[in-house]
């Protein structure tokens, strides 16, 4: 079923294709199209499966004004994904700095494919012993067809 999004839910990181929870929308009768649609209120609240992984950054490309592309390497399994960022979310949750360091280790809540929250941990963990991590998450990410491109 198709959702329009307005006003501050339009900045949303969801994307055309996830799986979505949605409350408090307006069902819309589209008579041209002879079919219902919902449309966003302001009490519209939106929340999508989010996971958390905890990952190295590899490299940070700025995509436009707004967005950039990181890939990253998880911790646990070695995988590359590339993922989304609004810019904003760099600026206030690290201060819109990121080392990109081998053994700087970065917590990344995902809503599938693009990162809704990233703090730096507070020391680096080695790669063979994690135990902050839960590996059922990382499992469920991979397993949502995010791919890296495996290259370092």
């Known amino acids: 079923m198709q959702l329009a999004l307005w006003g501050k839910k339009s900045t949303s990181p969801v994307k055309i294709g996830d799986t979505i929870k949605a409350t408090a929308v307006r069902v819309v009768n589209n008579p041209l199209l ?22 190295t950054i590899v490299s940070v490309e700025d995509v436009d ?8 390497e998880t911790v646990d399994d070695g ?10 979310i760099l600026k206030f949750s690290l201060a819109g700095t990121i080392d ?13 494919r693009t990162i809704v929250k990233i703090s730096k941990q507070a020391a ?9 991590l839960d590996k059922g998450a990382a499992l469920e990410i991979s397993g949502s067809s995010l791919e890296g491109n495996g290259t370092k």
């Open 34 to 55: 002879k079919e219902l649609s919902l449309s966003s209120t302001s009490f519209t609240e939106i929340q999508g499966a989010c996971n958390q992984i905890l990952a």
């Open 65 to 72: 004004e707004f967005t950039s592309k990181v890939l990253v």
């Open 79 to 88: 995988q590359y994904l590339d993922l989304d960022v609004n810019k904003t």
């Open 100 to 112: 990109v360091e081998e053994d700087c280790v970065y917590n990344i809540e995902l809503q599938n």
């Open 124 to 132: 680096s963990i080695d790669k063979g012993n994690v135990s902050s």
